[in-house]
């Protein structure tokens, strides 16, 4: 493996220096000598940088905007060193190194063997300093980042932890000389911590944690990068015109499909019995109630016209529903956030703490994007990907979804079972891939199919479905439900 080669003494460096004579070594430096081919060179020099301060410097710390990433950016690092002026060491094209004089003996942190970086606690301060812009890379990341990374710490260890931060950098802000940056890191510290005015604060992020809204930023960047795909593609707009029966004909399929794909699996025959008939099935109390209850949602009209104005409308629609079809699982505790975190597979949904906030922000999103079928799969990913409560999470973020088609006055739509997988398929690809371009096809297809189905006959309804293969499972169905709505396919954009 290649690797840098340095000189202790004055006899190494001849020794080296014969060697590159005799081509077995490379001279990057002074001192400083590789067995790497030319083309390896760059990319050793970026990966082992930090030996090369150690050879320069061993007894700097690396500071500043370097300490956090450990990377050179820009092929520029910063170190601290017990230097008397500000100097720039260039090491050929590929390496600058900037050093920082100041205080190289508190709080610093190993990150390699015999080589140390500012702790937490100093490169915040560090972070905070003025950064001369007149160089390739930043010294220093700025107090919006300070304020991000506050919020981190917060979110992940506590109160306690800010509070440390905070009576460590007053006990050693003389020494670096940075009382001015620890005057500063304390107002962001209280602002964030409600203790101090929020005045302080200029990101979202933290101004939403300071007012108890704390939100995830990670969702938030996922749901306008879906915004934005939403509005490069050209979604078909399917008008329904309301007919009693054929509005009751597709709620019943509506919350037939919608639980079947939860797990709540009856014939069809059985679903009748439970919703036409009232009856309760096999003593399935509550698997026959979620039946009952989702139709019952989605089945009145002024329910599903329904759409939220503000966030806090938003979260009381979604309690309210979700009450509603939970009723018969008190366990689930129907129309109650979240304790826990929870997953689906590897995909961690948004923090309990967050849940509320992560909405607001994400609102203004879904207010921006056309009415109809973009809003609707706008809202049904949000609902998707925040998993508000312990249970019954995907039938919301359904409900949620037709309802803004119904008050579009468009088609709602149904997600049969043989669309199952794929319909999950695309909410895995725009949860850990950020790539909307399934999600928004199933859904596109699935909206051209339901509107093309004749609702108004039930008899009529379920031979189309059932000969379409629309409820059977997708290894059974599959290439039969497929072909049928390749009919309705739309040109998307690939992202």
């Not at 304020?147 to 917060?154: A, D, G, T, V």
């Not at 505790?333 to 906030?357: W, Y």
Request: proline share 4%; charged share 25%.
């Amino acid at each position: 493996m290649s690797q840098l080669i340095f000189a202790s003494n004055t006899a190494e460096s001849k020794k080296l220096s014969h060697a590159v004579s005799n081509g077995a070594l490379k001279r990057i430096r002074a001192g400083i000598y590789t067995d790497a081919s030319w083309d390896e060179i760059p990319s050793l020099i970026q990966s082992r940088w930090y030996q090369i301060i150690d050879f320069l410097y061993p007894d700097a710390l690396v500071s500043h905007s370097t300490a956090v990433s450990l990377l050179p950016s820009n092929n520029v690092v910063y170190i601290t060193a017990q230097t008397k002026i500000r100097k720039k060491i260039k090491i050929s094209d590929l390496l600058t190194i900037e050093v920082l004089p100041g205080n190289t003996d508190i709080l610093k942190e190993p990150f390699q063997p015999n080589v140390f970086r500012s702790s937490p606690v100093r490169y915040l301060l560090e972070n905070l300093q003025i950064s001369h812009k007149d160089v390739a890379s930043v010294k220093s990341l700025g107090k919006d980042w300070v304020e991000k990374e506050l919020c981190r710490l917060l979110e992940r260890y506590g109160e306690q932890e800010l509070n440390r931060i905070r009576d460590q950098a007053s006990e050693h802000c003389k020494a670096l000389d940075m009382e001015k940056e620890f005057s500063t890191l304390q107002s962001l510290i209280g602002a964030i911590l409600s203790t101090q005015p929020v005045e302080a604060l200029s990101t979202e992020r933290a101004i939403a944690v300071a007012k108890k809204e704390p939100f995830d930023p990670h969702r938030l960047q996922l749901f306008k990068s879906l915004a934005d795909y939403l509005n490069q593609c050209h979604l078909v707009s399917r008008p329904y015109m309301y007919n009693s029966a054929s509005w009751r004909h597709l709620s019943f399929f509506e919350s037939y499909f919608s639980n079947y794909i939860e797990g709540t699996e009856f014939e069809i025959d059985e679903a009748e019995k439970i919703i036409f008939e009232k009856s309760e099935i096999n003593h399935r109390h509550q698997d026959s109630h979620d039946v009952m209850a989702v139709f019952d949602v989605v089945q009145d009209y002024t329910e599903m016209v329904t759409v939220p104005n503000n966030p806090d409308e938003l979260m009381n629609l979604l309690i309210q529903r979700h009450k509603l079809i939970m009723a018969a699982r008190p366990e689930k505790r129907p129309g109650e956030l979240k304790f826990n975190t929870n997953k689906a597979g590897d995909s961690v949904f948004v923090s309990p703490e967050q849940v509320e906030g992560t909405i607001a922000q994400a609102f203004p999103i879904y207010q921006s994007l056309e009415q109809g079928l973009p809003r609707a799969i706008f809202m049904q990913f949000l609902i998707s990907e925040c998993h508000p409560f312990d249970d019954g999470n995907g039938r919301v973020s359904r409900i949620m979804m037709n309802a803004e088609l119904v008050n579009a006055e468009q088609y709602k739509i149904i997600v049969p079972t043989v669309h199952r997988e794929s319909y999950l398929n695309g909410l895995r690809q725009a949860t850990r891939m950020g790539k909307f371009r399934t999600l928004t096809k199933v859904f596109s297809d699935l909206h051209g199919y339901t509107s093309d189905v004749d609702w108004h006959d039930y008899s009529e309804t379920r031979f189309r479905l059932e000969t379409d293969f629309a409820d059977k499972l997708p290894d059974q169905g599959v290439a039969v439900f497929n072909k049928q709505i390749s009919k309705y396919r739309i040109d998307l954009p690939v992202g």
